[in-house]
């Protein structure tokens, strides 16, 4: 494929799935990384990228994204009154400092690993999406002391291990311990800024063997280019739709649609 065909192609797939991505973020309060690690590896995929660090192109350009659209999403929520300052900045350090961790981890590991990872991590958020209650608690209040320390290390380090911002893991643990929905969405945006801007950073210096054009370190800046464009475009439209319709039954088919996806990653990851 000669490179200005390979350019049209690669910018038409992902500006139709990053429009789909942007629309399912918007319309379930999903992170728009859950969705766009597998869209980058299908679409690296079947352009040619397919090496042993596939999945660290397709984690740190997921990431790039998440630097934008959280720090946009922070913004606004914080406008409203949204964000729980106290938790975002008690959290914040053990989140850093675990999503430095998690770079380490990811720029170390072969691709089927890092498949095999996200596979088994985007099962466990799907089955909570499909199935997770809202009256669901662990505890009236956020933990504190010791309990943080090590919870919060979890979720940044876990989180660029699936290429993600803050939501998937962020949310259902602030709800668990009893923060409002809408707090808990808030402040989760900020743990996405908290976990990509160091994450990207690393990221930039992975060296990628087998990389599409305008690829630096593990970001590939046309895909991120194109799907910031799309999703900024698309988000809203999800969030519109989301107050016509009922989100739960939506969140549910996600969910399962999610296991799908993570099963064929684990499968494809064990060489089947």
Not at 62 to 76: D, E, G, K, P, Q
Not at 100 to 113: E, K, T
Not at 132 to 149: C, N, S
Request: charged share 10%.
């Amino acid at each position: 494929m000669d490179d200005l065909m390979l350019l049209a192609t690669m910018a038409g797939l992902l500006l139709a799935l990053g429009a789909f991505a942007g629309v399912l973020a918007g319309m379930l309060g999903v992170g728009g990384g859950i969705v766009l690690v597998p869209v980058f590896f299908y679409v690296f995929s079947a352009l040619g990228f397919a090496g042993p660090q596939l999945m660290q192109l397709c984690l740190g350009t997921s990431l790039a994204t998440i630097t934008v659209t959280s720090l946009r999403s922070v913004a606004a929520h914080h406008k409203r009154g949204a964000v729980d300052w106290p938790i975002l900045k008690g959290w914040g350090p053990g989140i850093a400092i675990g999503a430095a961790l998690g770079v380490g981890v990811a720029s170390s590991l072969r691709s089927d690993m890092l498949q095999g990872i996200f596979g088994a991590l985007a099962i466990i958020v799907g089955v909570y999406l499909a199935f997770g209650r809202d009256h669901w608690r662990l505890a009236q209040t956020m933990p504190q002391g010791i309990r943080r320390a090590i919870l919060s290390p979890f979720i940044g380090f876990l989180s660029v291990l699936m290429g993600i911002g803050g939501g998937s893991f962020g949310v259902p643990t602030m709800t668990l311990y009893n923060v409002p929905i809408h707090r808990a969405v808030a402040t989760a945006a900020g743990f996405g800024v908290i976990i990509a801007v160091p994450s990207v950073i690393g990221f930039l210096f992975v060296d990628i063997a087998i990389a599409p054009p305008f690829t630096v370190g593990a970001v590939n800046f046309l895909a991120f280019g194109l799907i910031i464009a799309m999703t900024l475009v698309t988000a809203p439209w999800g969030a519109a739709l989301a107050h016509k319709m009922d989100a739960k039954p939506l969140k549910r088919v996600f969910g399962l649609f999610l296991i799908l996806v993570a099963i064929n990653m684990l499968r494809k990851a064990l060489g089947w």
